[in-house]
Each structure stands twice: as structure tokens, then as C-alpha cells.
């Protein structure tokens, strides 16, 4: 064919193909929470099942954004609004890419949220809020994290000193004193078969063997 | 288990599980050239053959990044700088999640390039140059750029009023005026099969039948 064409063979995949062949939809798994709520646990066992059941999936989370990404933000607020739409960017070409995409961050404001909910598109945007008294949080006090806040060493601490405004309509609710991490993956692998976004165990991934 | 000790089950999936499981390690494919050169149509053909073989590939180019990610950043010096910079995160954040990321971006400068595979780590980083004329490229010149910038409408514009630096050891190059897409679509799966990142066309995907 004449190299003078090859501009016109653009062409991205849809999502229905991608899909097809990847065999899972992709998805913004959206955890939200207090710190110690228990949302890095979720999201790292969560992607543990979904990986081995040979599903593309990913955690984003403060360790690999706050280092990379967005190593250029404090926590100033408005640092903060750009961190969060940074972090709702990415999530949404992650899951535009077919990738089903755990983002696990405190994000306190429904604002935020709803930014990131329509940066993903409603669709492909499953919210879970890890539903855990500020009490059970500051005991399991994973990071040391309330032990400094108290000591004054850490201002503005959601939760403490700075708000955390809880969702109002989540997608799911999970309350992790009260079930393992199991079950709590359990519940959100349910909730993504039932959302069209993985096939159910039973159905193939469509190769021939 | 008791819940107070869920913070403790941490745990990433390690590179080498999440390459076994899906069947192709991730990378980051970097295509660096002129406009015009056909990154972007190299690139998607690349994504349409990677996804149709069942696996996460994906295009990152300024269509998507810089309407998204990049939209707070204009075209001075230090915000191309800055753009590079989060392109060169976001696509290595791709690698790290295991998806094979198309990056195409003209990326004329050679530090811009270099920072992009310290990024990425230099073992899943391949950059390919796309070798192709100015005269060439400004005869295709399809979306009419090189016609605006020759009237003045566009200052700054590679090729013709800001540098393009070749690169010194790109991983490979293409010659899109003398081979069609399909056969430069060849060459770079021969590339990631030979170095480790697809499985060859003989072996499974590891799953039982």
C-alpha cells in the first residue's frame, strides 16, 4: 500500500473488543475511606484475585502517585484538588486501556469523588466506601499516623482535624472490623460479575484450548 | 482472622506473577519522530494486533493525554518539560500495571527520552525511532501542521523552526516511507517476543484447556 496513506489507518480499539478479548471490562474501583479503614489491604487482595484469575488489574494508591505522578504536589488544598484530578485521570485511562483499576485513597470530599466518577464515566465507575469507626481506625493506627496527628505532628488529619465527608450514594458499603478481607473481595468480585465486568466463572474467555 | 491484623496482608503482585498470569510482561513502547512520521498510526495498528492476540496494550499520545492528564499544561519550555515528565510517569505506571503502553509523541529532545526510560526502568523500555525525511513527512503532513507553521501560524514547530534530536541508540528503526505498517507492526512484536515481553506464538497462555 503507498506510505502516503498510512495516516488514514487510524483506528483505536473499542471498548466492546477489547473487552471481548481481554475477557473483563475496564473498570475505576474507587475505595474510599478513612486512613487505617483498612482500603490498602482491599485493594492489594483484590488485586491479587483478579490477577490470578488472569485479569488485567492494578492498585494505585499514595506509594505509587505521590512519588511519581504527582511527586510535584504538597498538601496544600489546592495540591490536593490537583492531586485527586491527577489520580481520577489516570484511573480513567487505566480503565479506558480495559484495565480494571483499584484507586485507593482517603478522599475525604464528595466533590472529589464525583470529579473522579466523571472523569471514569458513571458507567465504568464503581465507588466502595470501607465503612470503619474513626475509633477501630485510630487503634489499628497502621502508619502511626493518629498516634503523630494527636501528638500534633500532623495537621489538617482527616478524621481529626480535617473533615471526611462520607459518601452519600456509594456503590458499596463495606464495613471491615466486622468481615475478613476475604469476604470483603468477595462482595466487590460479586458486584463487578453482576456490573458486566467479568464473565462469570463459568463462561470462557472465548480462546479455543 | 481477626481484623485488627488486616493491615499486615500487604502484598503486591510481583512482576513475574503478573507476566505468567496474563502472558506478556509489560513495556513501554516508546515511538519517538517527526509529525508526520506515522507514530500514530504505527501505534494503533501496534494496539489493534497486541489486543486482538489477547493482550493489554494501549496508546498513550496527546489525543488523550493532552485533553486529560496534561490539559493545565500550555506549550513553553518548562511546560513541555512537565508534560514529558507525567507522559513519562503515566507510562510507566502502564508497564508496572503489566500492559505493553504505546507512547507516541514526537519527544524530540534526547534527555526528555532518557528521563522517560530512567522512568520506566531501561529493562521495559524500547524506543523506537521512526526514521522518516522531513521532506516526506512534510508532504504527507496529515493535519495540515506543516502547512501552518510554513505561514507562520505555528512557532516552534519540530522540524522546521525548533530542533528534532535523533536519537543516538534508539532500541529500534522504522522506515515508514519504505515499509507498510503491517510489516513495521511485524518488526516490533518480533522485538518484544525476542526480548521476553510476548510469549511466542507457539506456547499457550499457560490455562488449561
Same mark, same amino acid.
Given at each position: 500500500? *503507498? @506510505?502516503?496513506?498510512? #495516516?488514514?489507518?487510524?483506528?483505536?480499539?473499542?471498548r466492546?473488543?477489547?473487552? /471481548?478479548?481481554l475477557?473483563?471490562?475496564g473498570?475505576?474501583?474507587?475505595?474510599?475511606? =478513612?486512613?487505617?479503614?483498612g482500603?490498602? #489491604?482491599?485493594?492489594?487482595?483484590?488485586?491479587?484475585?483478579?490477577?490470578?484469575?488472569?485479569?488485567?488489574?492494578?492498585? =494505585?494508591?499514595? /506509594?505509587?502517585?505521590r512519588?511519581?505522578l504527582? !511527586?510535584?504536589?504538597?498538601?496544600?488544598?489546592?495540591?490536593?484538588?490537583?492531586?485527586i484530578? &491527577?489520580?481520577?485521570?489516570?484511573? !480513567? =485511562?487505566?480503565?479506558?486501556?480495559?484495565?480494571?483499576?483499584?484507586?485507593?485513597?482517603? @478522599?475525604?470530599?464528595?466533590?472529589?469523588?464525583e470529579q473522579a &466518577? !466523571?472523569m471514569?464515566?458513571?458507567?465504568?465507575?464503581?465507588?466502595?466506601?470501607?465503612?470503619?469507626?474513626?475509633?477501630?481506625?485510630e487503634?489499628? /493506627?497502621?502508619?502511626?499516623?493518629?498516634?503523630k496527628a494527636?501528638?500534633?505532628?500532623?495537621?489538617d488529619?482527616?478524621?481529626?482535624?480535617?473533615?471526611?465527608?462520607?459518601?452519600t450514594? *456509594?456503590?458499596l #458499603?463495606?464495613d471491615t472490623e !466486622?468481615?475478613?478481607? @476475604? @469476604?470483603?473481595?468477595?462482595?466487590?468480585?460479586?458486584?463487578?460479575?453482576?456490573?458486566?465486568? =467479568?464473565?462469570?466463572e463459568t463462561?470462557? &474467555?472465548g480462546?479455543?484450548?
Amino acid at each position: 500500500m *503507498p @506510505s502516503s496513506n498510512v #495516516t488514514r489507518q487510524l483506528g483505536q480499539v473499542s471498548r466492546q473488543e477489547r473487552a /471481548d478479548l481481554l475477557g473483563h471490562r475496564g473498570a475505576v474501583i474507587w475505595l474510599t475511606g =478513612l486512613s487505617g479503614s483498612g482500603k490498602s #489491604t482491599l485493594a492489594y487482595a483484590l488485586e491479587r484475585r483478579l490477577v490470578a484469575a488472569h485479569h488485567a488489574a492494578y492498585v =494505585l494508591d499514595g /506509594d505509587n502517585l505521590r512519588h511519581g505522578l504527582c !511527586a510535584d504536589l504538597g498538601f496544600s488544598p489546592a495540591d490536593r484538588e490537583e492531586n485527586i484530578r &491527577r489520580v481520577g485521570r489516570a484511573a !480513567a =485511562l487505566f480503565a479506558d486501556a480495559g484495565v480494571l483499576v483499584i484507586a485507593a485513597f482517603i @478522599s475525604p470530599y464528595q466533590q472529589g469523588r464525583e470529579q473522579a &466518577r !466523571a472523569m471514569a464515566g458513571p458507567d465504568q465507575f464503581i465507588e466502595v466506601y470501607l465503612d470503619v469507626p474513626l475509633a477501630v481506625c485510630e487503634q489499628r /493506627d497502621p502508619k502511626g499516623l493518629y498516634q503523630k496527628a494527636r501528638a500534633g505532628l500532623i495537621r489538617d488529619f482527616t478524621g481529626l482535624s480535617a473533615p471526611y465527608e462520607i459518601p452519600t450514594a *456509594p456503590d458499596l #458499603t463495606l464495613d471491615t472490623e !466486622a468481615n475478613d478481607v @476475604s @469476604s470483603c473481595v468477595d462482595v466487590v468480585i460479586d458486584r463487578l460479575t453482576r456490573g458486566g465486568f =467479568l464473565r462469570s466463572e463459568t463462561e470462557s &474467555r472465548g480462546s479455543p484450548p
